[in-house]
């Protein structure tokens, strides 16, 4: 896996990331009660909770780990794409921050 863009968001209200994911129909792997891998688009995003955790999860850092080498979108783009799923499955503004390591 390649490292790719990284990026923390604010929630303007808490967020189910299991519920939410399930609505999507999105493949994940749940690491623990505030990290996890999602499958989008063929690329493997890292989602880290740093307040709450992935039932109320208030600020996260999203990493994409690994995309298509042959991909049309950017890790930027692809992360647009999922948070904009995302905002629609669960009605959340996101407000981006600097990026978590």
Do not use: C
């Amino acid at each position: 896996m390649r490292d790719g863009p990284s990026a923390s968001y604010q929630l303007t209200s808490p967020i189910d990331f299991r519920a939410a994911l399930d609505l999507l129909g999105s493949d994940h792997l749940i690491v623990d009660a505030t990290r996890m891998f999602i499958i989008f688009r063929n690329a493997v995003l890292d989602i880290k909770v740093k307040e709450g955790d992935l039932k109320t999860a208030e600020l996260i850092a999203i990493e994409v780990l690994d995309s298509p080498p042959r991909s049309a979108e950017g890790g930027i783009t692809l992360l647009e794409r999922f948070l904009e799923n995302l905002e629609a499955t669960t009605g959340t503004d996101w407000i981006e921050g600097t990026p978590n390591n």
